[in-house]
Every structure is written in structure tokens, then in C-alpha cells.
């Protein structure tokens, strides 16, 4: 070795040995310890605080507190202890540590509010390493930086940290009742990065083990992950994670085979999936989708959710649960307190258009709105109150309270409105083991009037009911006990129990009874589709209890038992007075007994009708007996039904399900006409299901009719008839006697049909000499002829047609046709193309089908071309009446020289016409559009002196100018109507009897108030210079112009008045002259105008009258007199007459009785004067002498001469007056009786 190289080696010892002496010093001693962390206190951002630091780096050290403080965190670590392998650093530049324990580890997250560092992030300075096999911390705690506080136990794994990058592996931590394990790699950039596994289990207490497993990999700022679960359910999460400031995971999850009775939950849902969209974050856990309960049988519902869990706390802001098919509605609120084997719930919500079943087309019921509550432990408190609403009731409002476990739900005390009533309840429904329900309570006060009008009512009963399972194909059972009450104020009171098994469409009735008065019911037994035994009895004086459109009495008994194919029946009933919608039968016997359920059958009995109605048609009486046993039975048949009398006899027996037997005799009398009989016997075969009548004919004189007819137990017919010179009366039979058919008719026909098709056949017919002959009354008749010809129908399976042709000579003909083809699923589908040509001189029949006309004559024409379908058949055509007269007694208008054209098709009716109404004419234009059924368009109307009104109370002539415009069923008439005669004359009613506020009028249908019209006008109506008016002591001539308005169902107002030119109006018994008078309509009712009348009399020293004020309904009657007189002389003197001087002597002793007897008999005479012809009948008394009273005849022989004749009433004296008014000042008056006496009088006036 060379000096140099001696010299550099002496040299470099020192530099080498002394570093790794004071490394060796570093490692090996506690004072190198504490001498290497004294110089680390500070490392660039990081701040590093020890205490209780004992060992060395090579047997490992120990440290009581460490403290690392950053502007992102602050750690502190107790109880830390550990060994550090130095050859490796000095080797590779690695840092091995074999193992690294904590006690507890706490870390706080900080806000970092420094600006963004420059530069590439890194854990290590390059090419260093730092391993850590086993790190184990016993416990850590994370504080977040919003303040939540996470706790994890029994951290363990290995760490290895190198310059940009994190690994740890084998890692495992247990986090609440969560144990976590796996393996991560955190990679320093910005943003870092970070991937891994990780395998979670949940031991949540008294819960199932939930099992995950979890991938990602990805950066701090977009971290896509898969979460799987396995246990207790199976679901499968896609999703993305933010770990960077706002952090959030969102995410995709499809969840199956999810059990709620594994969570304590009902198994009623089924089991549960799902899919779903999920956000979690600082905020909480959001989540939306569908979730699919296939127990409920309604498909998927979506799902919103709102919450956070924290705490072991979840907490539900807001849950909505839609069902949207149905849209039933929840909202749900409140939390979930998972406690140590319990979970504890605090929730509220709402619904809305509840329904249930939620997928039946028909629900048992709906609730359109209500809330619950749900709290406590197991079982769960549980408050619910809403409104129910079912078919045909009215909202019910129901509340509930009771508890709900995982089994069942158990209702303590229930509470339901109904009808006015109030039903308490007590019930449960339960799912586990099996699903059932029950419920058993009271009802008080239950009005019967909402269910049926006709029978108001009240009833308190109990009920039970159950069923098992749930749903409409369970076992059902009601029992109603205690019924009492009343209905129509009669008595009410019944029991009984009902049931039905599930999947069955048999009912049982076990001891049902209800008795409502004299009317009660009772059955027992079962009663199915194919299957029944019931027992039953009714005693019903009234009908309409049982059915409100029923009428009658009725007992009845008996058994309805067997099947579809063996009935067995017993019947024993009588009634009498029944009606039912458009059919009467005013009595019944029946006593019948069927029985095919055994071998041999057994059928006999009776049953009697009489006065049966249906319709038009109306059968005296009517009698079937089947009398014998065995195969010896004769039946008989006996049919009232004027003018026929039919009668049948048939001999044969049961065998098997079958009557079978032969047609003995049938017979059908009609009088005036040849008894038609069967000229030989007829095989005849009936059953429940098929029937056959072989070949039966009847011969007359020169009638014959002839028939066969079978059906199979398959439904398949066919029917044959054929008649010769048959007379009509017999085919209408039954009818009403106002009317008779006569001539004869040619029948042949052939029809076969089965089910699902349509039939087909011919059918032909040939008339003669028919004629329609109608009682009019007075034994008057109306006889129209309907000619001689054929009517022919065919069908097959692919077409159909029908031809007519009727020739009546001159009465008219008609010709027809009509062709069309099977072609559509439905005989409303089949195109039909045809046509009509009738004509006829005598409208006879219009006064049978318009009641209100009494009277019809003239000639029609028509043609009418048809085609479209058989449902929407399309016609176009047109219609001619000439020289035609109508009559309408009761109104006594008569329409003479009618002419109509129209034109019609489906859409429109154009329509021309004029007519002479008295010996005014009337001409009529319009046109018509139908737009839905509707009609729609414009029609006008004039005339000149129509005589519209000639009976004796009023005679009216009217020339009207009016236009109509028709809007569906709305009507506006526009125009003005003058009226230049008028004579109006009402009957005195005086004595008339008003009908009754409280009157009903029965029979008659309630008008539909959709098919009213609503009638819109305004019209002027002017008055000429001839109309008078009788009437309520008012004898006037009246003018003037009104126009009247109308708004559909409001009353008419008038705007205008009307003037009296000149009359007389009767007042206090006695004609006063009118001076004027008006009707005044300011927009008011018609019926309620204002009045102004002021009417007065002229006497020989005096002027009165009366003033009439006010409106119609409420006048103001005042008098006024000239010289001025006070209101009670004035109205004795229009009352009593007299003079001044008379009316001043009544102040004296004994005047007012005097003038009271006066008045009196003034009253009772002018009412004799009145029918007499005698202007003025009065009672004057003599001034001088009180006991002096004279009856008072007087006349205007003219305008100026006026002759009284007085008589006296207690001495034969009598008296002539007369007075000649030459002008307004000079009267001459002159008096001839048991006094003499000429004045000539001057008047002045002041």
C-alpha cells in the first residue's frame, strides 16, 4: 500500500466511522433515541410532539405520547411500541419494521384552507422504503371533518411505503358491529389514487349476518366501485365515489331474494327486489327506484327516500312510497332506533288513493286520504285514521288503534262512521303462521234512507266477521246479531250468519231472519252456481221492503235444493198486486214439487195468474196443473188473454230428467171466429236444458196453423210455422181494446240457430184486407187501412234481406226493401243497403202515437234511400204532407191547408212548410244537424192573425216573426209576437180548490234533467188596439209593449208596460171608471210588475176613487175623493152611494151602527145589481129621520141623464130621482115621491 493511499485511507476512517458510530450510538441507546427524535421535532409542515419515550430502535422502543400535527390532521398516538431492523436502511436505504402496536390511535381531520402546493406530491423522498409487517392498533379514532366521530377497534395489517405510493394488505378493523378486511394501494398524485378489495360483515343485534365484498379502484375525485351482497340477501352494487372534499357515493344497486321476516318484519310482501339509485353523503342516504312485494300482487312501486344513520340511528326525512298503476300514495317519516335486541321506531306518515286490492280492476275499497303513526318496541304502537270509501256507500271515516308485530296486527280499538252511524270494533289480521283476519263489534244508529230513500230507518246491530287468507279467494264469514230498529216507522229486527268458502262461489245461510213489521224472511241452507239446498219463507205485505221497484204481497215457502242438471224444487205461494217495472200481475198461486235428484223423479203442483201485464200485451188469467205420478200425468195449460181462449192437454211422465208425453188436445177460441183445434196429437219432450214439440197443427173453418220446435241440451234450435188465412186479432192478443187488427194472414217460416251465431231462415208473410180500427169514445171509431200484401225475410250465414209490399188502394201503399251482409263480428257491424216508398191519404194514425193531437187528416208521401250498418244505418230522403188537418180540442186549434217538404239525411233536416191556422197563415222554414245525438241549427216562424187560442175563456189571434237557434239542448228564440185581437175572458175561480204544497203525483217518470230544454229568449210582444181583458173585477182595453226575456230555468222578466186605454174597474163592490193605468216591467218577473191604477166614481155632490200602488203581489190600496172627504167616508160612499150630507149625519147618536147596516146590505145589493144589469144598488137613509133607510136602484140611461129609484125599507113609500148634467157647473134635479122637489145647482169650484 502506496503512502498516498495510507494518508487518504487515515483520512477517510474518521469520516466513515464516526457517522456510523453516531448512527450505532442512535440505534443502540435510549440517549441516541431521544437525540435522533429531539432533531425530528419538526419536519418541514409537520410538527412532531413525544413523551414518555423509553428502548431503542434495535430492541424496540416504547412511547407513552406522540403527537403529529399537519395543516390536514392532527394525530395522537398512546400506548405506541415498536422495533426497527437498521440493515436493511443501511443496505438499501429500507426501513423494516417487523412490527408496530398502538393502544389508541386518534385522528382529527382539519379544514385545509392554504392554497393549493406546488410540485408532485410524494409519500417518501426517492428510493426509500419503509415496510411495516404487523401493525396492530387496538383502537382508532377518526374524528371527520363535519364532527362526526367514527370508532374502530383491533386495527391490524401490513403497510409498505414506498415514494409515491401506499399498500396496505391483510388488513382488518371492526367498526361498530362491522368487521372489515382486505387489502388497498394508495398512490400519491393529484388527485391520489387508490384501489383495492375489501370483505365486510355485519352483526347487527337480534339481526341476520350481513356479508359484502367491495372493489374499486380509481382517484380521490371519481373512485368507481362493485359492492356484492350475499347475506342475508342478494344485491349487486355499480357505483362511484368522491372521497375529496364534499364527499359522496353514488351508486346503482339491483337487490333480490330480500326476506323481511328474517328482520322481524311481515312475510305478507313476500319476497322483496328491487332497483334502486343511491346517494350518500354528509348530508345522508338518498335513494330512489322501484321495489317489486310479489305478495301484494300489484307490481313494482317507486320508491324516494330521504335519511341519514348515524349513531346506530336511522333517521327517515322523508319516504314516499307510489304505486303509481293504482296511485296509491305513502309518506313516511320519523326514526329507527336500533337498541340492543330491539329496534325502536318513531314514524309518522300519510296516504293518499289508498286502494285496495291495489291491482283489482273493481278494489274493495279506497281511501283518498289518511295518517299513521308507528312507535315503540315490538309490537309496535300503531295509530291510523282516514276516510273509506266503497261501491254504492259514502265516505266512511274509520280510525284504528293497535299493535303490530311481525305476525300480525292487532286492532284494540277500532272506530267506523257509517250511514249516520257509529260502529266500535275490536279485530286482528295475521300472516304468520297463516294469513287470517277477524273483526267483532257494534253498530249503533245506522240510517237505512242513504242505501234506499224508499225505506228510511234506523238499526243497531252486532257483527262479526272473518276470513282466511287474505285476498278475495279466502274463506269469508259475517254474522249479524241483535238486530233492532225500525224501518218505516215499523218495527225491524233479524240475526243470521253468512259464509262462503274460499275459491267458492257457494254461500251458506245459516238461521237468517229479518222480520221489518209484517214482512219477514228466513233461509238456511247453501246456494251456489251449480249446487244448492237452501230452505226459505217470505211474508211480505209489501214487496217494495225487499225491492223498491217491486209492489204486492206475498207469502211463500219452500226448498231450492240439487244441481244445474237435477234440480229438486218446492214451492207453495200466493200473492196478489204486483208490480214490477213495466210488468202488473194482480194475483199468484203456486204449488209446486219438483224432484230429479233421484230415480224415479217426481214433478206435480199448480200455479194460477191472473191479470198478467207485460207491455202492451195483457193475459186474463192464466193455469198450468200437472196432476198423476209416474209416466201417467196429464197437464193441463188454460190462457186467458181477450179475445183468445186457449186451452191445452198433454199426457206423459218423467223419465230420467225428462217430461216426454204427447199433445192431447190444444184449442184457441176467439169470438166471431171458428174454433181452431189440433187435428191429430203431437209427441212433446221437456227438460231443463232442451224441449222438442213435434208437428202440431190447428184447423178451422178455413184457418189452419201449424208448428214444430226443439232445442238440444247444446243450444242448437230450429223452429217451423206455418199458418193459413189467420185471422190478425190472434197475433195480438193481449193488446190494448182501443184498439182492433183485422184481416187474415199467410204464414211461412223456417228458423235454426246455435250459441255464438245468429239465426237463419225465412220467414214469409202475406196480408189481407188488413185494417186498423181505433175507439175514439163516444162510440166513435177511426178505421185505416193497411192494404193487402207480403212481407218475405231470409237469412243466412253470409246475408239477410227483407222485402214489403202493402197496397191499401187509395188509403196508400207501401213498398220496401232492405239487403245486407254478415260480415262484421257483430250484427251492429253488418252492412245493410236498402229502401222505402210509402204513401197514404189518410194521417188517422197520428193521432194514436201524439196524444195531444186529437185529430188528424191529409196526405203523405215519402222516400227514403238506407245504408251503413245494421248499428249506424245512414238515410237519406224526403218527406211531402199536403192538404193535411190537425185538431187539438183542448186548446181548440185548428191547423187547416198543412203542407210540409223535408229533407233529411243522417247529418240534417231541411224543412219548408205553411199552414192556415183561423184565417190567418203561418209559414215555417228551417234546418236541422244532429252532432252527437244532438241537434243543432236554425228555424223560423212567421204568421199574420193565427188563430192560436178559441176556447171560451180566451180567443187569440197572433202574428208572430220569430227565429229559433238550436244548440244541442239549448234554445234561443228571437223576435216579436203582436198580438192584434185579443178577447180574454178566465173562468171565475173564486171557489176553485188549490192543489196541495205536499201533492205527489205517481206513475209518471222524473223528468231526466240531461234531456231538458234550456230555453233562452227575448222576444217583443206588442199589443194592438183590440185587446180586451175580463178578469178579477178589471174590464179594459190594453195596449202598449213588453220585452220578455228568459234564461233557461230562471222565471221570465219583462222590460216595458203595459197601458189600460180604457175600462172600469170594480172596487168595494162598485164599477169605478179608470182614469189610467199601467203595468210598469223594469227587469222584473212577469208575474210581479209594478201597478199604477187610479180609478174613480162620479156621485151627484162628489168625486171618489182609489189610487193602486206597489207591485202586483204586494199592491197599496188608497182612496181619494174631490171635494177632500177622510179615507173612511170615502170608502162608505163608494161602498154605501149617498150624499155628503149623509155621510156628515153620520156623527149623530146611533149613525155608525145605522151606517154599518148600511154598508152591509150596500154590499150584498151591488153583488144583485151586479148579476141584473143595474150600474148602481146602494142603501140610503133619510138625514131627517135615522129609522128611514131605502134601497137604491140607479142607471146611466146616457152619458148625461141619470134615474134612481129608491124603496123604502120599513114603510110603502117610493121614491124617483132624476139628474141631467148639462155641463160641468149647471145640474137640474128633480124627485117624485112621498116629497116632491126641482133643484137647479151651480157648481163652483175652488
Not at 679 to 686: F, R, V
Request: aromatic share 6%.
Amino acid at each position: 500500500m502506496t503512502r498516498r493511499r495510507k494518508i487518504l485511507l487515515a483520512l477517510l476512517a474518521p469520516l466513515l466511522l464516526v457517522p456510523t458510530g453516531v448512527l450505532y450510538w442512535v440505534a443502540t441507546t435510549e440517549a441516541g433515541l431521544r437525540f435522533a427524535l429531539d432533531r425530528v421535532r419538526k419536519v418541514g409542515p409537520v410538527v412532531i410532539t413525544t413523551r414518555d419515550v423509553r428502548g431503542t430502535l434495535v430492541d424496540g422502543i416504547e412511547v407513552g405520547f406522540l403527537r403529529v400535527q399537519h395543516r390536514l390532521s392532527d394525530t395522537r398516538v398512546e400506548g405506541a411500541s415498536g422495533r426497527i431492523s437498521l440493515w436493511p436502511l443501511l443496505i438499501s436505504r429500507q426501513i423494516d419494521v417487523p412490527r408496530l402496536t398502538a393502544r389508541r390511535v386518534e385522528v382529527i381531520l382539519l379544514e385545509d384552507d392554504s392554497p393549493p402546493r406546488q410540485g408532485e406530491p410524494r409519500f417518501l423522498p426517492p428510493m426509500l422504503r419503509i415496510d411495516a409487517d404487523a401493525v396492530r392498533v387496538e383502537e382508532v379514532a377518526l374524528t371527520l371533518r363535519n364532527g362526526r366521530e367514527l370508532l374502530f377497534r383491533n386495527v391490524s395489517g401490513g403497510v409498505t411505503l414506498v415514494h409515491k405510493r401506499l399498500g396496505v394488505r391483510e388488513a382488518s378493523v371492526d367498526w361498530e358491529d362491522w368487521h372489515l378486511a382486505g387489502a388497498m394501494r394508495l398512490a400519491a398524485a393529484r388527485p391520489y389514487g387508490l384501489d383495492g378489495q375489501l370483505e365486510a360483515t355485519w352483526r347487527p343485534d337480534n339481526q341476520p349476518e350481513w356479508r359484502m365484498s367491495a372493489s374499486f379502484d380509481g382517484d380521490l375525485d371519481e373512485l368507481p366501485f362493485r359492492l356484492d351482497v350475499s347475506e342475508p340477501f342478494n344485491a349487486d352494487v355499480r357505483g362511484s365515489a368522491v372521497l375529496r372534499g364534499d364527499w359522496r357515493f353514488t351508486g346503482h344497486a339491483l337487490a333480490r331474494d330480500f326476506d323481511l321476516t328474517e328482520f322481524g318484519g311481515s312475510g305478507a310482501l313476500g319476497i322483496l327486489s328491487g332497483e334502486l339509485d343511491v346517494t350518500y353523503d354528509a348530508e345522508g342516504i338518498r335513494a330512489s327506484g322501484q321495489v317489486t312485494p310479489p305478495g301484494l300482487e300489484a307490481g313494482a312501486f317507486d320508491v324516494d327516500f330521504d335519511g341519514e344513520y348515524r349513531d346506530r340511528r336511522l333517521t327517515i326525512r322523508d319516504a314516499d312510497i307510489l304505486h303509481r298503476p293504482s296511485g296509491s300514495r305513502a309518506l313516511v317519516r320519523g326514526t329507527v332506533q336500533l337498541e340492543p335486541g330491539v329496534q325502536r321506531l318513531a314514524l309518522s306518515g300519510h296516504w293518499s288513493t289508498l286502494r285496495w286490492p291495489l291491482a283489482a280492476a273493481e278494489p274493495a275499497f279506497t281511501s283518498p286520504r289518511g295518517t299513521f303513526t308507528l312507535e315503540g318496541t315490538r309490537p309496535w304502537r300503531v295509530d291510523a285514521e282516514g276516510e273509506v270509501l266503497t261501491a254504492d256507500l259514502p265516505p266512511i271515516p274509520a280510525r284504528a288503534r293497535g299493535r303490530l308485530d311481525g305476525d300480525s296486527f292487532q286492532i284494540d280499538e277500532g272506530e267506523l262512521e257509517l250511514f249516520g252511524g257509529r260502529a266500535r270494533l275490536t279485530g286482528e289480521a295475521r300472516w304468520n303462521p297463516q294469513q287470517s283476519w277477524r273483526v267483532r263489534g257494534h253498530m249503533d244508529g245506522m240510517q237505512t234512507a242513504p242505501l234506499r230513500e224508499d225505506l228510511p230507518g234506523r238499526l243497531d246491530f252486532d257483527f262479526t266477521a272473518r276470513g282466511a287468507p287474505f285476498g278475495a279467494e279466502g274463506d269469508l264469514e259475517l254474522a249479524l246479531a241483535e238486530v233492532t230498529g225500525e224501518l218505516r216507522a215499523q218495527p225491524a229486527r233479524g240475526s243470521g250468519l253468512i259464509s262462503r268458502a274460499g275459491n267458492s262461489t257457494d254461500w251458506r245461510f245459516q238461521d237468517v231472519y229479518l222480520a221489518v213489521g209484517r214482512t219477514r224472511i228466513e233461509l238456511d241452507g247453501r246456494l251456489g252456481e251449480t249446487s244448492r239446498d237452501l230452505a226459505f219463507r217470505i211474508a211480505a205485505e209489501d214487496l217494495s221492503l225487499i225491492d223498491p221497484e217491486a209492489r204486492g204481497r206475498l207469502r211463500a215457502s219452500g226448498r231450492f235444493a240439487g244441481s244445474d242438471a237435477r234440480p229438486v224444487l218446492r214451492v207453495v205461494a200466493e200473492g196478489g198486486d204486483f208490480e214490477w217495472r213495466d210488468a202488473s200481475l194482480a194475483a199468484l198461486e203456486a204449488d209446486v214439487e219438483l224432484d230429479l235428484g233421484t230415480e224415479p223423479g217426481r214433478a206435480a203442483g199448480s200455479v194460477s195468474l191472473q191479470r198478467f201485464t207485460l207491455g202492451a200485451r195483457t193475459i186474463d188469467s192464466a193455469n198450468l196443473a200437472l196432476t198423476g205420478s209416474g209416466s201417467n200425468q196429464r197437464l193441463t195449460v188454460a190462457v186467458d188473454a181477450a179475445p183468445l181462449r186457449t186451452r191445452m192437454q198433454a199426457q206423459g211422465g218423467l223419465r230420467g230428467t225428462l217430461w216426454q208425453g204427447e199433445i192431447t188436445q190444444l184449442t184457441i177460441e176467439q169470438a166471431e171466429r171458428s174454433l181452431l183445434r189440433n187435428e191429430t196429437t203431437a209427441p212433446l219432450t221437456l227438460g231443463l236444458r232442451e224441449f222438442a214439440i213435434g208437428q202440431l197443427c190447428l184447423m178451422g173453418e178455413t184457418e189452419r196453423l201449424c208448428g214444430s220446435s226443439s232445442r238440444d241440451p247444446d243450444g242448437a234450435w230450429d223452429a217451423n210455422v206455418s199458418a193459413d188465412m189467420l185471422p190478425l186479432s190472434t197475433l195480438t192478443a193481449g193488446l190494448s181494446q182501443d184498439y182492433t187488427y183485422e184481416g187474415t194472414i199467410d204464414v211461412r217460416g223456417e228458423l235454426t240457430g246455435r250459441p255464438g251465431a245468429l239465426p237463419t231462415g225465412l220467414i214469409s208473410g202475406h196480408l189481407v184486407d188488413a185494417r186498423l180500427r181505433h175507439r175514439i169514445g163516444s162510440n166513435r171509431e177511426q178505421v185505416m187501412s193497411l192494404g193487402t200484401g207480403t212481407i218475405d225475410a231470409n237469412a243466412s250465414t253470409e246475408t239477410f234481406s227483407l222485402r214489403v209490399g202493402l197496397d191499401a188502394g187509395e188509403a196508400g201503399s207501401i213498398q220496401g226493401r232492405l239487403d245486407g251482409e254478415r260480415l262484421g263480428a257483430t250484427w251492429r257491424e253488418h252492412p245493410i243497403r236498402g229502401s222505402l216508398d210509402a204513401r197514404t191519404d189518410s194521417l188517422s194514425l197520428v193521432d194514436i202515437y201524439v196524444v195531444e193531437i186529437d185529430r188528424a187528416t191529409g196526405k203523405l208521401a215519402t222516400r227514403v234511400d238506407i245504408g251503413g250498418t245494421l248499428g249506424q244505418p245512414i238515410i237519406n230522403g224526403t218527406l211531402e204532407i199536403r192538404d193535411a188537418a190537425l185538431d187539438l180540442y183542448q186548446i181548440n186549434l185548428a191547423l187547416r191547408e198543412l203542407a210540409l217538404d223535408a229533407h233529411f239525411d243522417n247529418d240534417a233536416l231541411r224543412l219548408d212548410g205553411s199552414s192556415r191556422v183561423g184565417d190567418g197563415r203561418a209559414q215555417f222554414t228551417g234546418r236541422l244537424s244532429w252532432r252527437g245525438g244532438e241537434p243543432y241549427g236554425e228555424l223560423r216562424m212567421q204568421g199574420d192573425r193565427l188563430l192560436l187560442v178559441n176556447v171560451p175563456e180566451a180567443r187569440i189571434l197572433a202574428s208572430p216573426d220569430l227565429d229559433f237557434s238550436i244548440a244541442g239542448r239549448r234554445i234561443d228564440v228571437k223576435g216579436e209576437v203582436v198580438l192584434p185581437y185579443a178577447r180574454i175572458e178566465p173562468a171565475d175561480l173564486t171557489s176553485a180548490v188549490l192543489s196541495s204544497s205536499d201533492e205527489i203525483l205517481v206513475g209518471d217518470e222524473p223528468p231526466d234533467p240531461s234531456q231538458r230544454w234550456n230555453v233562452h229568449s227575448n222576444i217583443r210582444l206588442s199589443l194592438g188596439n183590440d185587446v180586451r181583458l175580463e178578469s178579477l173585477g178589471l174590464s179594459a182595453r190594453l195596449g202598449g209593449a213588453l220585452e220578455v226575456r228568459s234564461e233557461g230555468e230562471q222565471a221570465s222578466r219583462g222590460i216595458g208596460e203595459l197601458v189600460v186605454t180604457e175600462g172600469r174597474y170594480q172596487a168595494l163592490g162598485r164599477m169605478l171608471d179608470i182614469e189610467r193605468g199601467r203595468l210598469i216591467y223594469n227587469n222584473v218577473p212577469l208575474n210581479d210588475p209594478g201597478i199604477e191604477l187610479r180609478a174613480q166614481k162620479v156621485f151627484p155632490e162628489a168625486t171618489a176613487g182609489v189610487n193602486v200602488r206597489g207591485s202586483l203581489r204586494e199592491p197599496r190600496l188608497t182612496f181619494y175623493s174631490e171635494p177632500s172627504m177622510p179615507q173612511s167616508q170615502i170608502a162608505s160612499l163608494i161602498l154605501a152611494g149617498g150624499s155628503i150630507q149623509s155621510l156628515s149625519d153620520n156623527q149623530a147618536p146611533g149613525a155608525a151602527r145605522n151606517d154599518l147596516l148600511a154598508q152591509g146590505g150596500a154590499i150584498l145589493a151591488q153583488r144583485v145589481g151586479a148579476q141584473v144589469g143595474v150600474d148602481d144598488v146602494g142603501i140610503e137613509s133619510d138625514p131627517q129621520n135615522e129609522n128611514q133607510a131605502s134601497l137604491v136602484l140607479g142607471k146611466y140611461l146616457s152619458d148625461r141623464l141619470y134615474v134612481s129609484y129608491g124603496i123604502s125599507l120599513a114603510e110603502a113609500i117610493n121614491t124617483l130621482k132624476l139628474r141631467w148634467t148639462i155641463n160641468q157647473r149647471w145640474t137640474v134635479k128633480t124627485e117624485a115621491g112621498q116629497e116632491r122637489s126641482a133643484d137647479i145647482v151651480y157648481t163652483l169650484k175652488k
